[in-house]
């Protein structure tokens, strides 16, 4: 189990661009051919306005991702949740979202099949 959410977790962080712009190729072979998302915005977005986004950001704030939890729906399907934060320049953190990432092992390897993000608002 650990291997797998340290797995996921990688995968997971490189699709947050950690100091520099994912490929369209990798881009490609990490989302799943089916895959959608519904955004921190509560938009959904289809699999090619995801990867055409994505691929053609220059700026890009470093992501933070922490307190992941995983848990094996079937053999060959895992859901990831965590929380993530966008970095400014100054350090501070902004964008706290509550995230989950559903994943499936295909004979690609581990692809992204759903995305969900909710802005995460702290107090009462």
């Known amino acids: 189990m650990m ?46 306005i995801v990867i055409d986004y994505l691929a053609a950001r220059t700026q890009i704030a470093p992501v933070v991702n922490e307190a992941h939890q995983l848990q094996t729906l079937a053999p060959d399907w895992a859901l990831l949740t965590y929380r993530s934060e966008e970095i400014a320049h100054d350090g501070t953190r902004f964008n706290a979202a509550l995230r989950a990432s559903l994943w499936t092992r295909t004979p690609a390897g581990w692809q992204l099949f759903y995305h969900h993000g909710t802005p995460e608002h702290l107090g009462s």
Not at 17 to 35: N, Q, V, W
């Open 3 to 48: 291997q797998l959410i340290s797995e996921l977790r990688a995968l997971e962080s490189e699709l947050h661009h950690p100091g520099a712009a994912c490929t369209r190729d990798k881009l490609e072979s990490l989302l799943h051919p089916e895959f959608h998302e519904v955004a921190r915005s509560g938009r959904r977005y289809t699999r090619q």
